[in-house]
């Protein structure tokens, strides 16, 4: 099978196999054996947790770019182009590597059923394994797509694992506990390895998978923190990597590392900064992560790289008479979060229009009620996506709980355009929900 352009390789790679998702490691890891891209060379951290893996990813991207650190990353989904998930230094893949790619994983599959992600996430693989074996890696980031322990990054041995947070969402597949969530995603501990928890209410699953793999934990909380200080200033405090992950008992072993962050605070829509939309705690993980890795990172260009962090689709803010925020927020932590963002910085007496569109596993309950006492208009639409919940739905829930509801619509497009004939300046406009409902909104914006 070969194709000459990324969109035929794509559109055949959904036919590839009967299902979206299938979680489990028996298809894929035998050949990435075959394709040798179980292992690197260089230092790799795979990320895991409900929210915020995107945003600690950009984050280690953007500092090590300002460290001047040869980095690899690998994200799910994108916004605009497939590309995207793969980057080095920072720049989406090209179309001929990553044909090649393809190419290369096709001939080694012998006629296995892959599904969509697993087979782009070893296409991916072997562009950073070739990247790795030429010396042109100094880290390779790579983010779970969906709970950890059967992702297909798992296939990936890592030397320091990530959980962000544990919350609900895809309960279909990971289950309906937060010690079942736990679980699935701890399952990137690695035996005698190092793991960095960045949820501050760390299920006993997690615990437990870490005492029964002798996984040694650094937790947000209580051995790395990020506060703020009388003057503004944030003051990371954490573990130095000058020690060894094993065998050690108590806090009082580490050695602990301090690091003042003096970041601008802008709260005018209009100076917005990528950085504010980032959570503290991810901050914070993340710097914890830094001090974890072989590698040199000067104070100066950390607080560079998140400074200058890119966040599309990350409480965006995209100013004028009439401001709209685009957020992906799709579980109700993260809605959470971002109902919380619109209060602090939508200050004005305008009304708030908001565009929501979900796929049909979502919890539509837990994303849309943090925003019931602050919408003033609901725009419920479609996503362009097999996996959509019909608006329809959200139009009846929200009529249901007594919400002001304009219409129901086809596409988050049509649902944007009539928020902003129907807004006036003062009004502000957001769009949440789902990757596809704000791709939707950035399509038509670029």
Not at 185 to 210: D, H, M, T
Request: overall charge negative; hydrophobic content about 40%.
């Amino acid at each position: 099978m070969k194709f000459s352009n990324v969109s035929d390789w794509l559109s055949w790679l959904e036919t590839l196999h009967p299902s979206e998702i299938e979680l489990g490691l028996e298809r894929i890891n035998p050949i990435a054996q075959a394709l040798k891209v179980n292992d690197f060379d260089c230092p790799v951290v795979v990320i895991s947790g409900t929210n915020g893996k995107g945003s600690c990813l950009a984050l280690l991207e953007s500092i090590s770019l300002a460290q001047g650190v040869s980095i690899g990353t690998y994200s799910s989904p994108h916004l605009f182009k497939f590309n995207e998930r793969i980057r080095f230094e920072g720049q989406p893949v090209g179309d001929q590597s990553l044909i090649e790619a393809f190419e290369r994983v096709e001939k080694s599959r012998n006629q296995t059923k892959l599904t969509y992600f697993e087979f782009s996430t070893l296409a991916a693989l072997t562009l950073f394994k070739q990247a790795d074996l030429k010396q042109q890696l100094d880290l390779l980031v790579l983010e779970v797509g969906l709970g950890g322990r059967l992702d297909a990054v798992n296939v990936v041995n890592n030397n320091l694992a990530v959980i962000t947070s544990i919350d609900y969402d895809h309960t279909q597949w990971l289950g309906e506990t937060l010690d079942e969530i736990g679980l699935e995603k701890a399952g990137i501990f690695r035996s005698n390895g190092l793991a960095i928890i960045g949820e501050a209410k760390i299920p006993q699953s997690v615990l437990q998978k870490a005492k029964s793999e002798n996984t040694k934990l650094l937790c947000i909380g209580e051995h790395y923190s990020l506060k703020t200080c009388s003057n503004n200033s944030l003051v990371w405090q954490g573990v130095k990597a000058k020690y060894d992950p094993v065998g050690y008992s108590k806090k009082s072993e580490f050695e602990i590392e301090r690091f003042t962050l003096t970041l601008p605070s802008v709260t005018e829509p209009s100076c917005y900064k990528s950085y504010q939309s980032l959570a503290w705690d991810n901050i914070a993980t993340v710097l914890q992560v830094l001090y974890q890795l072989p590698l040199k990172f000067l104070n100066k260009n950390i607080l560079l790289g998140i400074e200058n962090v890119k966040l599309p689709g990350r409480f965006e803010i995209l100013p004028g008479e009439v401001v709209t925020l685009l957020d992906v927020a799709h579980n109700p932590g993260a809605a959470k979060l971002c109902a919380e963002k619109v209060q602090s910085v939508i200050k004005s007496k305008g009304q708030l229009h908001i565009v929501v569109g979900m796929l049909d596993d979502k919890d539509f309950s837990g994303v849309l009620s943090p925003f019931m006492g602050l919408a003033d208009i609901w725009y419920p639409s479609n996503v362009p996506s097999v996996r959509s919940a019909p608006a329809s739905i959200l139009y009846n829930y929200l009529l249901d709980a007594g919400c002001t509801v304009s219409d129901k619509y086809l596409h988050p497009k049509v649902a944007y355009n009539q928020a902003l004939a129907n807004a006036k300046p003062g009004d502000s406009i957001l769009v949440y929900g789902s990757f596809y409902t704000v791709m939707a909104i950035k399509s038509q914006d670029d």
